[in-house]
């Protein structure tokens, strides 16, 4: 039986099948680095006293849907009371000394090529992932660019208090760049030479941005069925995601140096590492 978390409690195991607690001798739990302890409770209900829970996840990448930093403002919480609603099962167990059980590390990074996976490895993982080996590769098959909307301006001259970013969303909190939005519509160009425009994704931090690059694919490829595009999606939408060509536009560009939830190396771990073949950056190199 497959389910989410809540849907395992409101949906086909209660509703339909009218399971009670206690049913299965096995629950597994993929992502479970994203899912509170709370929230992991409703299908852990239905392990039997003596089954086995297998728990899959990954404390460096996108922890839960907890409470963002305005929301700890707003709610008046600690940071210690904070910490409850951020922190996943996963690490819950993990450093949980009465813990009993195999821990078993998937070391092997079978997706990308050995170079962008060696540089995940070394900046993310301490050095502790495998890379695949290089059968499907040669030292041609990477592709990687870094582009900084700072010094990419027309006719090559920096312009050092020009900033790109604009509010953005109902409540103006979120963000857009048409600049950067720019590169990326170059490097589609580029990518294209090479391979099929749904071989691209795209991922950016915020959804006004995802909306400007959706309007600007169909513009800059007409003839094309949308459901062709490359794929334009978020960073948070974008775990367990990947594709031949990645391309991540980080939007942020201020006076303010400030980057946002960017700040969390777990969500920039996501963008690195869900390239096969081909890793895009677009940056302002003054915030990092």
Request: charged share 25%.
């Amino acid at each position: 039986i497959a389910a989410t978390d809540i849907g395992a409690q409101t949906g086909l195991l209660t509703n339909t099948l009218r399971l009670s607690p206690g049913t299965f001798d096995l629950v597994i739990m993929d992502e479970s680095s994203r899912e509170t302890l709370a929230g992991a409770l409703v299908p852990i209900q239905f392990l039997q006293n003596n089954g086995k829970l297998i728990l899959v996840g990954d404390t460096k990448q996108l922890p839960p849907f907890g409470v963002t930093h305005q929301q700890q403002k707003e709610l008046g919480l600690n940071p210690e009371d904070a910490a409850i609603y951020n922190t996943s099962v996963f690490e819950t167990l993990l450093e949980s000394p009465r813990l009993s059980g195999e821990r078993v590390m998937l070391s092997t990074n079978y997706r990308s090529h050995p170079l962008i996976a060696g540089l995940v490895s070394k900046t993310m993982y301490d050095g502790d992932i495998h890379l695949r080996g290089w059968e499907d590769f040669d030292s041609e098959t990477l592709s990687l660019h870094v582009i900084d909307i700072f010094d990419e301006d027309e006719g090559g001259e920096e312009k050092e208090g020009e900033f790109y970013e604009e509010p953005a969303g109902e409540d103006k909190k979120s963000f857009l760049n048409t600049r950067s939005a720019q590169e990326v519509m170059k490097l589609v160009h580029r990518y294209q030479k090479s391979m099929a425009l749904k071989d691209i994704t795209i991922i950016t931090p915020y959804k006004p941005q995802v909306e400007l690059l959706k309007k600007l694919l169909k513009e800059n490829f007409r003839t094309i069925p949308e459901d062709k595009l490359p794929t334009v999606t978020t960073i948070d939408a974008y775990q367990g995601g990947e594709n031949k060509a990645i391309i991540f536009d980080f939007v942020r560009s201020n006076p303010k140096g400030s980057i946002g939830f960017l700040d969390d190396i777990r969500r920039l771990n996501v963008g690195l590492s869900r390239a096969q073949e081909n890793l895009a950056l677009i940056w302002d190199s003054r915030l990092f």
